[in-house]
């Protein structure tokens, strides 16, 4: 993929936000710096460089995708309050993987895994 500026404001929109952004919040950050950026260019940019390994997209039912500048194996916490989402270390889970081809004929090729809850300042609000 070659250089485009305004990729490189996107990705570093996201590697500067701790909490896994949506596209929209990524566009008012870019369009601060970049005022004539589209929605659609934003989307497209952040799909593209998820697809070339350098974010990670994370697709989360019923709410819009995330984009963590975290690549390595991690996983995630989502706060059912306030939709924040916090990364965590549950270490090596390949034995999850070995157990499922041992009891089906599904062959893992990837899988993100993210827990709900209520994070610590939510509970302590109520």
């Not at 975290?70 to 996983?75: E, G, I, L, W, Y």
């Amino acid at each position: 993929m070659k250089y485009s500026r305004q990729r490189e404001l996107i990705r570093q929109a996201v590697m500067e936000h701790p909490v896994h952004p949506t596209a929209d919040a990524v566009y008012a950050m870019v369009r601060e710096r970049e005022p004539n950026i589209s929605l659609g260019t934003v989307y497209r940019n952040l799909n593209q460089l998820a697809q070339q390994g350098e974010l990670l997209k994370i697709c989360l039912p019923g709410a819009s995708d995330r984009f963590d500048a975290r690549t390595d194996a991690h996983h995630h916490l989502l706060c059912d309050r306030c939709g924040r989402l916090y990364d965590i270390e549950l270490g090596d889970l390949s034995g999850l993987e070995a157990r499922i081809r041992g009891i089906t004929d599904f062959t893992v090729t990837g899988y993100q895994v993210y827990i709900t809850g209520i994070c610590q300042n939510c509970a302590e609000k109520h």
